[in-house]
């Protein structure tokens, strides 16, 4: 008896608004669905936040759509629990609810109390209709509720204990499926302690990025985000589902692999406009010698401290170079040396088609000095250089005033 166990997909994510991540995010989902069709388990669980948000994109929707009717074409019930991204803040029908609606044999149980009923009623049913049983397995789907974390703790305190005396009083063997953290593996927003876990044979978990494989006490996953969404999430190597065997006393357990890029990351300080190429070189090229998936061109998260002598916009342009150079994908993210004491970021500017100087010079057709006023113009009121725009505006009556003139 095999299940593959999943969580924090978080299709639809786009961070950064990085197209390169969206559309990784999907290959990943997309090659986890392959190693479960091929691995031919008796049930798909994926422990919430398949989706990155409660409405995904039209696209994400038509991909998982698609691949979970192959998967249940495939004779793999999919087992649904929500997640905080994909559970609606108010009150109506949530995505995996429509899923479940639109492919027989995907299950999204979340329980929906009745008015007359009183609260130990109440608990007793959301345990009960939270049940799927198939075929010598109970599987058992803890619901996520978006109320604050007081209220989780108050519900969990309740509810795990029904759920261990539901789970004991089982023929088959149990699966118990949560999405949330516990004490003393993510604090800050714990709904209870590990010791009241219920005792399933295995208890499939999501919510927490990184990966935890506990088989002290009571037996627990938490697989991890299937693709890196930030900074501190990199650090995890191992990534894909999680296959379990159940037909011995204790689960056994295989890490199945997907090939994703290296996310990497990278600090550099630039305090004049000459160095930017060499700073930018010496930067990328230590990273370079880490890099472990040599078939992908990795993505590089580039922090960048800069004085505000360096223009925003000549660190872009050197940027795009420096990615042809090296065959990577660099993300931005451009802070000045000298005002370290606000948090302010100069956001990266848009490169490629959107690009601004191309804009000016291409669309208004304004020359080149023009453009580079304005842009300077942009940067220095951005980064609050009140001399330096007083300096640009002089520049521009002077050198632009009829250039200007003619756009009216
Ligand atoms: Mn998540």
């Known amino acids: 008896m095999q299940i593959v166990h999943m969580s924090d997909l978080h299709v639809g994510a786009r961070p950064h608004n990085e197209k390169i991540i969206y559309n990784d995010i999907i290959d990943a989902f997309n090659e986890s669905m392959d190693l479960v069709i091929r691995e031919k388990p008796d049930s798909l669980i994926i422990a919430g936040d398949l989706f990155d948000s409660p409405?995904?994109?039209?696209?994400?929707?038509?991909?998982?759509?698609?691949?979970?009717?192959?998967?249940?074409?495939?004779g793999i019930p999919i087992i649904l629990a929500h997640g905080e991204h994909d559970t609606p803040g108010r009150k109506e029908s949530t995505i995996l609810q429509v899923l479940s609606s639109a492919i027989p044999n995907v299950y999204a149980p979340l329980y929906e109390s009745k008015s007359n009923e009183d609260e130990n009623t109440m608990f007793l049913n959301v345990?009960?209709?939270?049940?799927i049983s198939l075929n010598k397995l109970d599987i058992y789907v803890y619901p996520y509720k978006k109320v604050n974390l007081d209220m989780r703790k108050t519900l969990a305190d309740k509810l795990l204990k029904i759920y261990d005396k539901e789970i004991k009083s089982s023929n088959n063997k149990t699966i118990f499926v949560a999405h949330f953290s516990i004490d003393p593996y993510l604090i800050f927003d714990a709904v209870a302690d590990v010791q009241k876990l219920p005792n399933a044979n295995y208890i499939a978990l999501g919510h927490i990025h990184e990966r935890i494989i506990n088989k002290k006490d009571k037996f627990f996953v938490y697989p991890g985000s299937l693709y890196p969404l930030s900074i501190s999430e990199m650090k995890n190597k191992e990534r894909?589902?999680?296959?379990?065997?159940?037909s011995g006393d204790e689960p056994d357990i295989q890490e199945l692999k997907i090939n994703i890029r290296d996310n990497l990351f990278a600090r550099i300080s630039i305090e004049e406009e000459k160095d930017i190429l060499n700073k930018l070189r010496a930067?990328?090229?230590?990273?370079?010698?880490?890099?472990l998936n040599k078939n992908k061109?990795?993505?590089i998260y580039l922090d960048i401290e800069k004085t505000k002598d360096v223009y925003s916009r000549s660190i872009i342009q050197a940027i795009t170079k420096i990615e042809n150079e090296f065959n990577v994908h660099i993300i931005p993210e451009l802070r000045n040396i000298e005002k370290k004491e606000s948090s302010y970021n100069v956001k990266a500017l848009n490169r490629g088609s959107l690009d601004p100087f191309n804009i000016l010079i291409n669309e208004l057709k304004l020359s080149d000095n023009t453009a580079k006023l304005l842009l300077d113009l942009r940067d220095m009121a951005l980064?609050?250089?009140?001399?330096?725009?007083?300096?640009?505006?002089d520049k521009l009556s002077k050198e632009s005033l009829d250039e200007l003139k003619r756009l009216i």
């Open 55 to 74: 409405k995904p994109d039209n696209d994400s929707l038509k991909i998982v759509i698609n691949r979970f009717k192959e998967v249940t074409n495939s």
């Open 127 to 131: 345990v009960k209709e939270s049940k």
């Open 297 to 299: 061109e990795p993505i």
């Open 240 to 246: 894909g589902p999680i296959l379990v065997d159940l």
């Open 283 to 291: 930067g990328i090229e230590v990273k370079m010698k880490g890099i």
């Open 383 to 393: 980064e609050g250089d009140e001399s330096k725009v007083i300096e640009i505006f």
